[in-house]
């Protein structure tokens, strides 16, 4: 009688090592272990950064039909647009700088881990910490204050805050194209989108805390 080889479990024939970040974030939910108000922090944090991404994604909608819109206007009609590339590339931007953040709650932002991956969790946990504290936390929080000052000059050029406030203002636009865009919006996105960075960063080192003291991640 010829015995049949069972077939293998498809889960197990998956190797999806190439998310281990985005694996591991799978719920809100931090274990019981860990230290209440890191627990709420963590929490509280990843909740808001999850409706920023539910907002954000939004912006994919007017740039899909700005783009779609200027296809069919210049490829059907002969009537290209002057401000589809402008919205197109603002919007772009925008959705870059604000859904950042979420998706550094998710852990995936693309990274070359193929030495990382074969770590122990206490040694990624190590480097982590490491990097975010030497690189990331010095590194945004300059860029943060430098855009602060690009989206400010947009708005009110170089008069002072309380000249702006009382109606001293200078609206930037942009100069390279025909449709000459107002670029204070797209600019507020790039502090905005530091500023958020920043708060999941602080979310991001508390989870690898954790997972060097504990050695697993959270």
């Given at each position: 009688m010829v015995e049949k080889k069972s077939e293998p479990n498809v889960k197990e024939k998956l190797d999806i090592t190439d998310e281990l970040i985005a694996?591991?974030?799978?719920?809100l939910k931090m274990p019981?272990?860990?230290?209440?108000?890191?627990?709420?922090t963590i929490e509280f944090i990843d909740a808001k950064m999850l409706?920023?991404?539910?907002?954000?994604?939004?912006?994919?909608?007017?740039?899909?039909?700005?783009?779609?819109?200027?296809?069919?206007?210049?490829?059907?009609?002969?009537?290209?647009?002057?401000?589809?590339?402008?919205?197109?590339?603002?919007?772009?931007?925008?959705?870059f700088m604000l859904g950042a953040a979420y998706t550094l709650s998710k852990g995936i932002h693309i990274r070359a881990d193929f030495l990382y991956r074969n770590w122990s969790v206490k040694n990624q946990a190590k480097v982590?910490?490491?990097l975010y504290l030497l690189f990331f936390f010095p590194g945004f929080l300059v860029?943060?204050?430098?855009?602060?000052?690009?989206?400010?000059?947009?708005?009110?050029?170089?008069?002072?805050?309380?000249?702006?406030?009382?109606?001293?203002?200078r609206i930037q636009r942009a100069m390279d194209t025909t449709w000459m865009p107002i670029m204070w919006p797209?600019?507020?996105?790039?502090?905005?989108?530091?500023?958020?960075?920043?708060?999941q960063g602080f979310s991001e080192v508390l989870k690898s805390y954790y997972a060097f003291v504990k050695?697993?991640?959270?």
């Open positions: 694996e591991r974030r799978t719920s019981k272990d860990m230290t209440p108000w890191m627990a709420k409706i920023t991404g539910k907002i954000v994604c939004w912006i994919t909608v007017p740039l899909i039909f700005a783009m779609v819109y200027e296809v069919i206007g210049r490829h059907f009609f002969n009537r290209p647009t002057l401000w589809s590339f402008d919205i197109s590339r603002m919007l772009a931007g925008a959705l982590d910490l490491f860029f943060f204050l430098v855009s602060f000052d690009y989206a400010y000059t947009s708005i009110c050029g170089r008069s002072d805050l309380m000249e702006c406030l009382g109606g001293k203002v797209l600019k507020s996105c790039m502090p905005i989108g530091a500023f958020l960075l920043l708060i050695g697993r991640w959270p």
